[in-house]
T-cell receptor
Framework: EDQVTQSPEALRLQEGESSSLNCSYT??????LFWYRQDPGKGPEFLFT???AGEEKEKERLKATLTKKESFLHITAPKPEDSATYLC??????????FGAGTILRVKS | DGGITQSPKYLFRKEGQNVTLSCEQN?????MYWYRQDPGQGLRLIYY???????QKGDIAEGYSVSREKKESFPLTVTSAQKNPTAFYLC????????????????FGPGTRLTVL
């Protein structure tokens, strides 16, 4: 059975304090791994798609990396507006996405 | 503006009632999906559709029904058979890449919060 585990469940950072969020996955035949950002009461906002081990993608202060077992979302010098829940999902067979429970990030100024 | 719209934003259901959640997209996407989100849990797939007049059950389809009469619309009905319907419901859509080797990015609507009174 495909599984996604995100850690930590919650993370508190000071503004400017860089850190990483982890997404570990077990899936047969990975077709893609996705990162989304979700603000309270809103739908997830697409951030990145990673297709194969070794791939990296960047957007502003965020950088996503992928290995054969996990993905990291690195946040460099975060700002309070980066506070959100970050969701990881994997797609194997068909079009089904399997989501992790998310990491709640709070950045204090 | 291209995107996915969901209505209503908030919905209240009485015991024994069926309610329908609307999802419309103008992205010309082939596939549409319904997910349910509960606190502390990952999104779970209810139903999905890759083509008009065809749809498949997801992991938690019991107590729900859908239709896909138009490419741009994929309404979800929460029936009285769904015993615990209070949740945040999210609609998503994606293109379908040819060949099927790469994953198709799903884009989400703003969601509908359903509460049982």
């Amino acid at each position: 059975e495909d599984q996604v585990t995100q850690s930590p469940e919650a993370l508190r950072l000071q503004e400017g304090e860089s850190s990483s969020l982890n997404c570990s996955y077990t899936v047969s035949g990975l077709r893609g791994l996705f990162w989304y950002r979700q603000d309270p009461g809103k739908g997830p906002e697409f951030l990145f798609t990673l297709y194969s081990a070794g791939e990296e993608k960047e957007k502003e202060r965020l950088k996503a990396t992928l290995t054969k077992k996990e993905s990291f979302l690195h946040i460099t010098a975060p700002k309070p507006e980066d506070s959100a829940t970050y969701l990881c999902a994997v797609q194997a067979s068909g079009n089904k996405l399997v989501f992790g429970a998310g990491t709640i990030l709070r950045v204090k100024s | 503006d291209g995107g996915i719209t969901q209505s209503p934003k908030y919905l209240f259901r009485k015991e024994g009632q069926n309610v329908t959640l609307s999802c419309e997209q103008n992205l010309n996407h082939d596939a549409m999906y319904w997910y349910r989100q509960d606190p502390g849990q990952g999104l779970r797939l209810i139903y999905y559709s890759q083509i008009v007049n065809d749809f498949q059950k997801g992991d938690i389809a019991e107590g729900y029904s859908v239709s896909r009469e138009k490419k741009e619309s994929f309404p979800l009905t929460v029936t009285s058979a769904q015993k615990n319907p209070t949740a945040f419901y999210l609609c998503a859509s994606s293109i379908l890449l040819a060949g099927g080797f790469k994953a198709d990015t799903q884009y989400f609507g703003p969601g509908t919060r359903l509460t049982v009174l």
